[in-house]
């Protein structure tokens, strides 16, 4: 499976973004895709994953309500909207796959950049 993501960028706080991860097989037969983001020394963390079923899970409650993962089956793509951006948001962002329900993210986007200033 190979992963193209796209958004990111820079943006002030309170801001919006939206991440994209374009996949190259059909999304739905994925069995879990997922986003995580990583700062600098620091491991990678899952913010939110979704099943090939469609179900949601968010690993971190105190994102939820900022953060929305979704996807779009159409257009074999994953998406992470981000509103009401903080500075500690600040991260690189990464999208992932576990096409044959592994348990393990073995397929990774190439990461994108989210700069929020304050």
């Known amino acids: 499976v190979h992963l193209a993501q796209s958004g990111g960028g820079w943006v002030q706080a309170g801001g919006s973004l939206r991440l994209s991860c374009a996949t190259s097989?059909?999304?739905?037969?994925?069995?879990?895709m997922a986003w995580y983001r990583q700062t600098p020394g620091n491991e990678r963390k899952l913010i939110a994953a979704?099943?090939?079923?469609?179900?949601?899970?968010y690993e971190q409650a105190s994102l939820k309500g900022r953060f929305t993962l979704s996807r779009d089956t159409a257009k074999n793509t994953l998406y992470l909207e981000m509103i009401d951006l903080k500075p500690e948001d600040t991260a690189m962002y990464y999208c992932a796959a576990d096409p044959n329900g592994s348990g393990s993210y073995d397929y990774w986007g190439q990461g994108t950049q989210v700069t929020v200033s304050s």
């Open positions: 097989q059909s999304i739905v037969w994925v069995d879990a």
């Open positions: 979704i099943s090939s079923g469609g179900y949601v899970y």
